[in-house]
């Protein structure tokens, strides 16, 4: 699935020097959201924002476009205020401050380098504006640039360099003065999906070397998966849920959540009888001894791999369906497939050399456990 | 905005492989075809008069327009007028078209429609305008008088002052104009990182936008420069005979004298000296971004 420790298509300038990093190393900082809320005109980006950030951690806010999560980022590095709420790093309240006192390290989506300098005077930077003597700024910079790889590019100008390059000087630049923060906000939504794969792997170990806390911005819920320790699912200017990748695709809390992050089938689900589980389109009642009696807007996740067609231990619902397409993957194949009951669903399974792959058309029959049905309210229409 | 001077690029890149393909040099053909005859044919007969004396050819008019005496004055004078102009356009310039491109856009068209009205009024029509504001009993002088705070008119018109703060307000909008246009190009996200890595508002100015900018405010300095040398109905109505221009030397020539031979040579003075003074701005600038690490360096 996602791509394994030897990427032979790596760029090879792509590899980091491990040694470099025993020279550098932050501490990271502790980050507190205390009820952020920001209004532009009539709309309100974000509504009482409260989120704990604990050092070290690489902290993913999550969300589409309008979603709220630059409004959160921004009123961190201090580009725009806050209407009320604090926000505190290592308990002290920098909401007063003007975003240069923050020492905050930022990478921009755009990289943002500045074309007027070489790119070793883009990363000595933020060191002259911290007045660090020369000998100093000469050393660190070298030290980056080892870290990155790029210490025979240092008299370039950024235009002379590919995308994948700027990225890693802005990477350069938000690290050389070893910030206890560093905030990336899409850093890798302007790369081709290999190198995004491919640096992806460089942010984390770097961060992981650095020992800093990472507050990281995207809209991309697979790089969301793929590199936080903790994600935060924003939308409309909410927190829908806080928790680890594995929380986030094994114990959706909203329909929302199950279907942005990961890919599921969703389908309502009648839980008006306590102790029972009515999902009508997979034609599935089960008994559950926890469920109780609920009214409003439910939904069934059930995320594609769950569905299986050899039996299984538990799996005790079953399900037929008829073969509408089978996409091969490689080392998995992917179904789509239509229940008796009319729902077009997705199913999944690891490829093994012994099995046939159904055909267009034909009916099989699935099983599926109880406990791997995730039961989600649809916040939207059952409300808050 | 033409980049040989805003952004003195490495050269390498930008010239080398990215060479207009023959088949759409025709495109130039209307404006060559013009230039040749409005511009460089003229400008050949006059360099061809400028030399033509009592009998054939000789340096004579070159010699009373350069060697000591009222000419070589006036053209020092108008050279260091039109510096001065120049100089005066960018401090004053540079501000407003900040102020301007830091606007959101849709609040720009409005703003710069109000800096671009003077440009509808003719130059004469505005010229006039200055002589009912600094005249013996103009605006300014009977304000003054009526606070009380001289007793009799000043003398404003036709002084160097007065010659001085026309030009400005004529030339002021395009100075603005040319550095406006190259201040919308630089991504201000630019200035967001220069905050958050550390820089004070002003350092982030100066750093950054100063030098991203410099080259807009190079290219408004020459072309307001070259436009101030040229000048002719401003001193000649607001700086009266005492603030006598080249331009209106070489007009006395042509039109009353009937010296073409010595209205041609300072012509030509006049051509030379502007390139001269351009091309040493250019070079200038090209040199100490080169030399400063920003721009140019290999």
Known sequence: ?384 | MSDGVAMPRDGKGAARGRRAPLSSLWLLAPAAVLFLFVFILPVGEVALWSVQGEAGLSAENYEAALGAGPYRTILFGTLQLSFGVACACILVGYPAAYFLASRPPRNRTLLLLLILTPLWVSVLVRTFGWIVVLGREGLVNSMLIGIGAVDGPLQMLYTRGAVYIAMVQVLLPVAILVMFSTMTTINRSLLMASRILGASPWRGFVHIFLPLSAGGAVNAWMLTFVLALGFFITPALVGGPKETMIANLIATQITLTLDWGLGSALGMVLVVAGFAVVGAIALLFRRVTGLSGHGGSR
């Open chain 1, 1 to 384: 699935m996602v791509p394994t420790m030897v990427d032979v298509n790596k760029p090879s300038s792509g590899t980091l020097n491990r040694e470099a990093f025993s020279k550098v190393k932050a501490t990271g900082a502790t980050i507190e959201f205390q009820s952020v809320r920001k209004a532009y005109g009539s709309v309100t980006a974000l509504h009482d924002f409260s989120l704990t950030i604990h050092p070290g951690e690489f902290l993913t806010i999550l969300g589409s476009s309008g979603s709220g999560k630059t409004t959160a980022l921004n009123a961190l590095a201090g580009f725009s205020g806050a209407d009320s709420g604090d926000i505190l790093i290592d308990g002290k309240s920098v909401i007063d401050e003007p975003p240069e006192r923050r020492n905050l390290g930022m990478v921009f989506q755009n990289y943002s380098l500045f074309p007027h300098m070489t790119v070793f005077d883009n990363i000595a930077f933020p060191l002259r504006m911290r007045r660090a003597p020369r000998r100093e700024i000469n050393e660190r910079v070298e030290r980056v640039l080892e870290i990155v790889r790029l210490g025979a590019l240092a008299k370039r100008m950024p235009r002379d360099l590919s995308g994948g390059q700027q990225q890693r000087v802005a990477f350069a630049r938000a690290i050389v003065f070893e910030p206890p923060v560093l905030l990336m906000d899409e850093p890798l939504g302007a790369l081709d999906l290999k190198l995004r794969e491919a640096l992806q792997f460089e942010i984390k170990e770097i961060q992981h070397q650095l020992g800093c806390t990472v507050v990281y911005v995207t809209h991309d819920q697979r790089e969301a998966l793929a590199m936080s320790s903790r994600i935060v699912v924003l939308r409309d200017g909410r927190i829908e849920q806080v928790g680890t990748p594995s929380e986030m695709y094994d114990a959706p809390k909203s329909r929302f959540v199950a279907d942005f992050i990961g890919q599921t089938n969703l389908l309502a689900a009648d839980l008006s009888t306590a102790g029972s589980v009515s999902i009508s389109e997979l034609g599935a009642v089960y008994r559950d001894a926890d469920s109780q009696a609920r009214q409003g807007a439910w939904y069934a996740s059930v995320r594609p791999e769950k569905l299986q067609r050899r039996p299984a231990e538990g799996a005790d619902i079953a399900v037929g369906v008829t073969v509408q397409e089978a996409v091969f993957l490689g080392d998995v194949i992917e179904y789509s497939a239509r229940t008796a009951h009319g729902a077009l669903i997705h199913f999944r399974e690891q490829r093994r050399d012994r099995d046939r792959i159904p055909e267009r058309g034909e009916t099989i029959s699935l099983v599926l456990r109880p406990s791997d049905v995730v039961l989600v309210p649809d916040l939207a229409k059952t409300g808050r």
